[in-house]
Structures are given as C-alpha cells and as structure tokens.
C-alpha cells in the first residue's frame, strides 16, 4: 500500500514539476553545483582506482551483467562517457573487439592518459581517448551506436547541453544508456542526498526535453537505475 503524500509535499512535486518544465522549454539549464567537478581537475589516478574498481560498490559488483544489458555487440562503436578509471571502457573494449570502437570520454585528461596506458598494455587497440568539454562530448555526427553514462549524469555541468552533443553523435537508431544513484527520501544514503542532484523521475524529464524518449526503466540494480533512451527521429 502506498500512503499518498500531503497536501503540502504534493503542491511542492508540482511547483518543481512545473519549474523544470519551464525552464527546459526555454533551454535553461538546471542549477548544477559550481564545484561539481572540482576534484577532477586534477586527480589521483590509483586513489580514484581503489575508490570505483573495488567491491561493494554496485556498479563494480555487477560490472558484467551491466555491460550484458546494454545491448552492446561486437562491430560496434560506444562511448563511455564520463569514463573515469576506465573499468566500462575495458570490458565495452572486450566487447565489441577489434571491428569494433571505444570513445573513452571524461574532462578530466590525467583520466584519460591513464585509461589509454592501461587499454594498450592490454592490448585494447579499439579504444580512443577524448578530453570533452563540460557542454559538449566532443564526438563526430553520427559517429555512435551507444552511449552509456554511469553514474556521470549527476557531475554534468550543463546537461542540456550535454545531452543535446550527445544526440549529435549518435547514429541513426542510436540509443543512450543512463546509470546513476536512486535518490529517494527517507531510503537512500545521506551521501547521495547531498551529492546526487536530480532523482530518476527529473532525470528522466530533462534527458526527454531535448528529443530523447525513455523505452526501457530496467530494475537490475538496487541502490541505482539504469535507463535506455532513443533519440526521437534518428531511427
């Protein structure tokens, strides 16, 4: 049984409904943390490694089942989008082999140089680095079959902008897999309350404000989500 909300919760949901409706449909970006990306500027790489590639993180712990849900097949191009240490770069790498490609993208450049050191002592000749922009991926037209975001879309600096470069780069049928926190009152983390910007429900409104449509809300993960958009007249 679901207890509804009160009278005053509710108004305040539509107030914020309304409010990103507004700004979205004029092309105003949401209010996003000055700060956001701060520690990236210049970060320690084998710290940053200890911290995403180490059990008890979900996204760590089911890495592979991920990748699987993605869709993502050999011959294929994917950009990794906010690849941080590069764990999803590796195992997309893996995947699509060697007719295939890796956009290995992330601001930060010292993850980017390291994501590269890695990816060729294994090997992994498929993968390309990119330093992107905070308003743009920095990717050719209709260069990518995927893009996958995991737990990046909360450190976006613009995300309309970002998503709107994105959908850029996508080929024609292309499709955006989105991975990030559940933020929910009362259930999630202190650390996600304060950290994580936006819940599902507003991630799901501003990525469709600017011409995605949701087709998949998948239930694989607990403390995360994981959504699939296709761009709306791309197929």
Not at 70 to 80: E, R
Not at 133 to 154: E, K, M, N, W
Not at 189 to 199: C, D, E, L, S, Y
Not at 213 to 233: A, C, H, M, P, Q
Request: charged content about 25%; glycine content about 8%.
């Amino acid at each position: 049984m679901v207890c509804p909300l009160p009278l005053s919760a509710r108004l305040v949901q539509v107030c914020l409904a309304l409010v990103l409706a507004l700004s979205t449909a004029y092309g105003q970006e949401p209010q996003v943390r000055s700060d956001v990306n701060r520690k990236f500027v210049d970060p320690d790489f084998q710290a940053w490694v200890v911290r995403f590639e180490s059990p008890g993180r979900e996204v760590y712990d089911r890495r592979h089942r991920i990748v699987e849900a993605t869709g993502v097949k050999t011959g294929m191009t994917v950009a990794d989008i906010g690849a941080g240490t590069g764990l999803f770069t590796r195992l997309f790498s893996e995947q699509v082999g060697t007719s295939g490609k890796v956009y290995a993208v992330d601001i930060s450049k010292v993850f980017i140089d390291n994501i590269l050191n890695l990816s060729r002592q294994r090997g992994q000749r498929n993968v390309e680095g990119v330093v992107n922009a905070s308003t743009d991926v920095q990717l050719p037209p209709r260069s990518i079959g995927i893009a996958f975001i995991c737990d990046t879309y909360h450190h976006f600096e613009k995300p309309l902008a970002m998503m709107q470069s994105i959908r850029r780069a996508l080929k024609p049928g292309g499709q955006v897999i989105v991975v990030d926190f559940r933020k929910i009152p009362g259930v999630s983390t202190p650390w996600v309350m304060g950290h994580v910007r936006a819940g599902k429900s507003q991630v799901v409104q501003e990525i469709e404000s600017v011409g995605f449509r949701l087709v998949e809300d998948s239930d694989l993960l607990k403390t995360n989500y994981l959504l699939r958009f296709e761009s709306e007249g791309r197929r």
